[in-house]
């Protein structure tokens, strides 16, 4: 190639595409024969655009230089390098010698579509126009396939060594994988695909020109990406003498699906080379692959540490236990794995390693880890040492005041294939593996933390540490849709009733519900108002024929709705809400009782005085003691940003007071316009029971704008919202949990809302 006289390339107009600088159209050229004529000429080059900021120019002329520079439409201003890569013509031309590509970027074109280029090396210059479409990358492909002839597998592979050298987005990429698939020669086949949880593809075939190496190369496929290959090459029998058997770790850029793979691109050491896949080729799953890795392991030949990297893949997770196999003195337990949907798994168990053979513990799924042992909380275990001490590997003993054998981790859920199993892996000293499956049991945040509480002694030195650093962020996480209708079924003429709908959310504390709907019965306001009970499926299957008896005995207009995904009581009130269209709605909890009759008309009418607001009833225990009216904010003395002023007063000392503002309602016994619940997703999950659940609705509502109001006037009789089957240890650890989450939700905005500490005059 004569470098000193250069003669420079021809060029093709490029129309714009909308809104965007990019020089060239990506319109698909389909005549290959009639544009390869209009390069011939010599006159005219054709444009091909790669990226917004980049295009191919295809052209005939002498041999030129690789850099030259190039000015677009002929303008100084909008100046670029550009490489050239030329090849001498299969056949003669008027118009030059020799074929050439160059890659020129587009970056400085500032105006208007580009319609001429113009080639300047030293003192010569030569100016070109653009043919009037510009050619996809296929056709150009095929160009320069037609021009070079048997020069073609040079002409590329300089090609593609010039676009690979810089940044490569996907647009590039695919141009790169077009071009390589019509120069690059075939070098053999892959006979096996394997998956693998880490990211690593396994491929195994045979070759000729695979060196055993870290090897840079292109995956053609569905989606082309980038990728480095750990090769490692053994005795084939079967295929020619040139060519030998090879397996590899494959690990690319971005995820590719071991399914899309095509071909394997990379360059020999006789340029650029591919690989395809048999048609016939085996897919084995990320379970099966080390089984295939073992195999075949004691044949490769290759670099130790490719060699390290395959003995490494082939100690992966298959699906089995491995830990109580371990030759030295190191075994694991698992007690439980509650996964809680919508935030992650609770994991407890326990894990013996004495003399601290185990580095590291992490959870696994598919492509998706943490690191157990960061944040878990160990907890003593005595039974594990005395199940183990003196038993095979542990027959030097185990130490009689070493007992922190248990642990309990929260884990957020990981990402990656969702029908992948979960297992947790012990990198152990020696870089050897031992992994443990797992079977989570799927369950409710509540229930979750509920069955960790109980499972714990209420004095052991960690349970702060797990309620801190385990169950609360495990409930601070949850995110889980709301609860839903499931079933609803009309008793009565209940379409016909007029008025606001009487929401009665029925939980599991609730046995009996016909003395509240006798009451309701006998009880002017209410016996034709519209009532709702809402509950969860499994509560409705057992009071439904009761419903249905006193619904039909007192003539009551009832809808009985079922929920999925009802965890408590304002979740059923919130399905309830769901189920009827008035314009607002009086909430009910059916373990409360009307202290009179005629507490139906004052809500309401306090709430038609006032409109767009919350409004409740006080609510009193059976012996006329005040257990709620009203929330309010605390002064700064309190170690609770909200509290209840009047608990555990006389009623009687209530009695006589106005409708009074307060910073909640309670959604026991309310009555709100029915949109406004909705327009703040109802209630926050997360929590275990429901009165800080309330609050935290009562303040979403008002800062909504929406303001809650307190009616000392109606009253309604009811007990604590308790689980009669938790000890007092963990009801008192459960509400200390529920002010946790709250505290953590609500603490900054509460804080501005207090007042500050009076100063002491002296």
Request: glycine share 8%.
């Amino acid at each position: 190639m004569n470098r000193d006289e250069p003669k420079l390339l021809p060029v093709p107009k490029m129309a714009k595409a909308p809104e965007r600088n990019t020089p060239v159209s990506n319109a698909p050229e389909r005549k290959t024969p009639e544009r390869n004529s209009i390069v011939m000429e010599g006159e005219m080059v054709v444009g091909c655009p790669i990226e917004d900021t980049l295009v191919l120019v295809l052209g005939i002329g002498n041999a030129t230089t690789d850099q030259v520079t190039v000015f677009l439409n002929g303008d100084p201003a909008m100046s670029a390098k550009a490489t050239v890569i030329s090849w001498a013509l299969k056949a003669p031309s008027p118009a030059g010698t020799h074929g050439f590509v160059a890659i020129v970027p587009t970056n400085v074109l500032r105006r208007g579509q580009l319609k001429t280029i113009m080639f300047q090396h030293k003192a010569k210059v030569a100016r070109y126009s653009f043919a009037a479409r510009a050619a996809a990358i296929g056709d150009l492909a095929a160009m320069i396939a037609d021009l070079a002839g048997a020069n073609l597998p040079g002409a590329i592979d300089g090609l593609v060594e010039a676009l690979i050298s810089g940044p490569i987005g996907r647009k590039k990429l695919a141009a790169i994988t077009v071009l390589l698939q019509a120069g690059a020669r075939s070098d053999g086949i892959i006979e096996l695909i394997g998956g693998s949880d880490e990211g690593e593809i396994f491929v195994q075939g045979w070759a000729q020109d695979l060196t055993p190496s870290v090897t840079r190369l292109l995956i053609s496929g569905r989606s082309p990406s980038l990728a480095e290959c750990s090769i490692g090459v053994f005795a084939r029998p079967d295929v020619n003498e040139q060519a030998s058997g090879f397996a590899g770790l494959l690990l690319a850029n971005e995820p590719v699906v071991p399914n899309d793979i095509e071909r394997l691109l990379f360059r020999g050491r006789r340029g650029w080379r591919f690989i395809e896949v048999y048609d016939r080729r085996l897919l084995v799953g990320s379970r099966e692959t080390p089984s295939h890795v073992r195999a075949i392991l004691p044949n490769m030949r290759s670099s130790t540490e490719i060699l390290l990297r395959l003995r490494s893949a082939a100690n992966r997770f298959d699906g089995t236990e491995t830990v109580s196999s371990l030759p030295f003195p190191v075994r694991m337990g698992i007690d439980n794995v509650f996964r809680v949907e919508g935030s992650g798994l609770l994991i407890s168990g326990w894990l013996l390693d004495p003399d601290s053979h185990v580095a590291g513990v992490k959870l696994r799924r598919h492509r998706g880890e943490t690191q157990l042992d960061n944040n878990w909380t160990r907890v003593d275990r005595p039974d594990v040492t005395r199940e183990f001490d003196n038993q095979p590997p542990f027959n030097a003993g185990l130490d009689p005041n070493r007992h922190a054998h248990g642990f309990v981790a929260f884990a957020p859920e990981l990402a990656g294939d969702s029908t992948s199993p979960y297992y947790i892996e012990l990198d152990l000293s020696d870089s050897r593996r031992a992994f443990m499956p797992l079977t989570p049991t799927r369950i409710t945040s509540r229930d979750a933390v509920v069955r960790q509480i109980r499972a714990i002694d209420p004095n052991a030195w960690a349970l702060r540490h797990i309620v801190d650093q385990q169950l609360v962020p495990l409930l601070r996480g949850v995110s889980r849709p709301a609860p839903e209708i499931f079933g609803v079924v009309d008793l009565g003429a209940f379409e016909e009733a007029e008025g606001p709908a009487l929401i009665i959310g029925v939980d599991e504390r609730v046995e009996e519900i016909g003395p509240l709907l006798a009451l309701l019965a006998l009880d002017p306001e209410t016996r034709r108002a519209p009532i709702v009970v809402a509950a969860a499926t499994e509560i409705v299957d057992r009071i439904g024929v009761q419903v249905r008896r006193l619904a039909d005995f007192y003539g009551l207009h009832v809808r009985l709705v079922s929920a999925s995904g009802s965890e408590d009581l304002y979740d059923a009130l919130e399905v309830g809400a769901r189920a009827v269209s008035t314009e607002c709605v009086v909430f009910l909890a059916a373990s409360l009782l009307p202290r009179s009759s005629g507490w139906f008309g004052k809500l309401l009418g306090a709430y038609d005085a006032r409109k767009e607001c919350v409004l409740s009833p006080t609510l009193a225990y059976e012996d006329d003691s005040i257990r709620w009216a009203g929330t309010w904010v605390a002064g700064a003395q309190s170690d609770r940003a909200l509290i209840s002023r009047y608990a555990g007063y006389p009623i009687d000392a209530v009695a006589g007071m106005a409708t009074t503002e307060v910073a909640t309602a309670t959604f026991e016994c309310c009555v709100l316009p029915r949109d406004a619940l909705f327009s703040v997703n109802g209630f926050t999950r997360g929590y275990l029971g429901t009165h800080e659940k309330g609050l935290d609705l009562g303040l979403k509502l008002k800062q909504s704008g929406l303001k809650s109001y307190w009616l000392p006037s109606a009253q309604m009789l009811g007990s604590d919202d308790i689980s009669m089957s938790d000890k007092a240890s963990t009801i008192a650890l459960i509400e200390r949990i529920d002010r946790q989450v709250f505290d953590g939700r609500w603490a900054n905005v509460l804080t501005k809302k207090r007042p500050a500490p009076k100063e002491e005059t002296a």
